[in-house]
C-alpha cells in the first residue's frame, strides 16, 4: 500500500468527464490549482448518447474547444429531420448565438477533449483514482478525499473544495449526506448502438405512440441509433426477446419503422448500451467545503438530449463561484447558495418539459412538447451567448 498526499490544493475534482472536466478547465483558467481525480480510462466511452443541444455547442464554442471537436472528425450536423404522425419536416440549423450547427462527439472524444484543455490550463488529472470518501473535518467541513489508485495504494488529496461530478450514483454525494430536494420519480429507458455503412446526411428524430428515436451521425462515418421508451416497455420487450440486441430491434421497429427498415442495409457495430431506468431529481448543491455538479446533482431523463448541456451550464456556474470564493471576494456560502439558486432557476423550465416527456403523451402532445423544449432551448443558449467566459482574460494572448 502506498500513501499519496501532497500539499492542500485548491479544488479537487472527482469525476473528470463533461461536468468535472469543464469545472476544472475553467477553475484552472482563473489560476487556481485543481486536481481531477476519475477511476476511469477517459478514452473509453460512459453510458450515453451524444447529441449536443444549442446551449452545450455556444458552450464549447465560447471556450474555445468547438474547433477541436469538429476536428476531430464528428461531423457538424447542419439539417434535423421530425418524423412525426405520417410526415418528415426537414429544417436547416439556424445560425443563432454564434453556432451555425450541432454535433454529437462521441464520449471518449468530447470527454478526452475537456480533460485535455483542463491540463493544458493547468489543472492535474490522475486516471485510475477512486474516491473511497470524502473526508470531514470535527466540524464536518470537507477537507479532501481518500480513496484508492489501480494498484490498491492508498490515495489522499487534502483541498479547500471538493467538488462531486462523479455522475448519477455520486459517492461524494452520498459520503456528504447531499440530500434530494426534488425528486420527480423514474419512468423512462435509453437504449442505443452505433450503425456503420449508410450515408447518415444529418440529425433526424422519430416519434411513435410512447416511443421516440433518433440518428446521431457521429465520428468514423458512424451513427449512434437510439430509443426512449417508458421504461416498462423497455423491460416487457427484454424479457420476451431473446437478448438485449433483439429487444431493441423491436423497440426500434416500432417507434421508428422507416429507421428500423433502413437499418437493415447498415452493419451494426457495438453492443446495445444503455439505462432501463432514468430518474429525475435535483441534489442539494452544496455544503461546508464541497459541490456537486453534473449527474451527481441533478439528473434527468435523457429523453431531452439535455445533460451535457445542463453539466456546461452548471460547471461554469459552479466555477464562477467558486473562483469568488477562491479569492475571497465573497464568502463561501454566499457564493455557493448563490450557485444553488442560479442552477436550480435556470434548470426548472427543461426540466419540468423533460418530465412531461417522458410521460409519453399522445403524438401531438409530444410533438408540442419539443417545440417547446426546442424555444426553451433557444431562451437558455441566448442567455448563455450573453455571459463573459471565465479565464477569458487569463487566455487572451499577451
Ligand atoms: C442512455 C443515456 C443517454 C444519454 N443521452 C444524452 C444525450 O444525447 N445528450 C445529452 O446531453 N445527455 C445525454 N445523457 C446524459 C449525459 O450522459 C449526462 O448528463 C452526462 O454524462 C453527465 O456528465 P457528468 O460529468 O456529470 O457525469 P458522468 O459522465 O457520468 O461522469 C462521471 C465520472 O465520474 C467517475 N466516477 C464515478 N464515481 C467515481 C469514484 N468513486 N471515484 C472516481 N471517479 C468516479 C466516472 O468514472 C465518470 O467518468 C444521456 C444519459 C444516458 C444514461
Not at 483514482?129 to 478525499?145: M, N
Not at 423533460?354 to 432551448?377: D, H, S
Request: proline residues 4%; charged residues 25%; neutral net charge.
Amino acid at each position: 500500500m502506498s500513501t499519496t498526499r501532497r500539499a492542500r490544493h485548491d479544488v479537487v475534482v472527482v469525476g473528470a468527464r463533461v461536468a468535472g472536466a469543464a469545472t476544472a478547465m475553467l477553475l484552472a483558467r482563473q489560476g487556481h490549482d485543481v486536481v481531477m481525480v476519475d477511476r476511469a480510462d477517459l478514452r473509453s466511452d460512459t453510458i450515453s448518447t451524444h447529441q449536443i443541444a444549442r446551449t452545450g455547442v455556444v458552450a464549447l464554442r465560447r471556450w474555445g474547444v468547438l474547433d477541436e471537436v469538429l476536428a476531430s472528425g464528428a461531423p457538424a450536423l447542419r439539417q434535423v429531420t421530425f418524423h412525426a404522425e405520417g410526415r418528415s419536416t426537414t429544417r436547416s440549423v439556424k445560425d443563432r448565438f454564434g453556432v451555425d450547427h450541432l454535433v454529437a462527439p462521441r464520449r471518449y472524444v468530447l470527454d478526452s477533449i475537456l480533460a485535455e484543455a483542463a491540463v493544458r490550463a493547468g489543472a492535474t488529472l490522475r486516471m485510475g483514482v477512486t474516491l473511497d470518501g470524502v473526508r470531514l473535518d470535527d466540524t464536518g467541513r470537507a477537507t479532501g478525499l481518500h480513496g484508492h489508485d489501480r494498484n490498491g495504494g492508498l490515495v489522499e488529496i487534502d483541498s479547500r473544495f471538493v467538488i462531486g461530478a462523479d455522475g448519477v450514483y455520486s459517492r461524494v454525494a452520498r459520503s456528504v449526506g447531499a440530500e434530494v430536494i426534488d425528486d420527480r420519480g423514474a419512468g423512462g429507458a435509453t437504449q442505443y448502438a452505433y450503425f456503420a455503412g449508410l450515408p447518415w446526411p444529418g440529425l433526424e428524430l422519430f416519434t411513435e405512440d410512447r416511443g421516440f428515436a433518433g440518428v446521431l451521425p457521429t465520428n468514423d462515418a458512424e451513427a449512434c441509433i437510439w430509443v426512449c421508451t417508458p421504461e416498462a416497455d423497455a423491460r416487457a420487450a427484454r424479457r420476451s426477446a431473446g437478448s438485449a440486441g433483439a429487444a431493441f430491434a423491436a423497440q426500434l421497429h416500432r417507434a421508428a419503422p422507416a429507421l428500423a427498415q433502413r437499418l437493415q442495409a447498415a452493419r451494426r457495430t457495438s453492443p446495445v448500451s444503455g439505462m432501463l431506468r432514468t430518474p429525475n431529481y435535483l441534489r442539494r448543491a452544496f455544503g461546508a467545503g464541497w459541490a456537486l455538479v453534473g449527474d451527481a446533482g441533478f439528473h434527468r431523463d435523457p429523453v431531452s438530449a439535455h445533460g451535457i448541456s445542463d453539466a456546461f451550464r452548471d460547471a461554469e456556474l459552479l466555477a464562477v463561484a467558486l473562483d469568488h470564493a477562491l479569492r475571497g471576494d465573497t464568502d463561501e456560502v454566499t457564493a455557493l447558495a448563490g450557485y444553488q439558486s442560479r442552477r436550480d432557476l435556470t434548470l426548472q423550465e427543461i426540466f419540468d418539459l423533460t418530465c412531461a416527456l417522458v410521460t409519453y403523451p399522445p403524438v401531438p402532445e409530444f410533438v408540442e412538447l419539443m417545440r417547446q423544449l426546442g424555444r426553451a432551448i433557444d431562451t437558455e443558449a441566448a442567455t448563455l451567448a450573453a455571459q463573459p467566459v471565465p479565464g477569458e482574460r487569463d487566455l487572451a494572448p499577451a
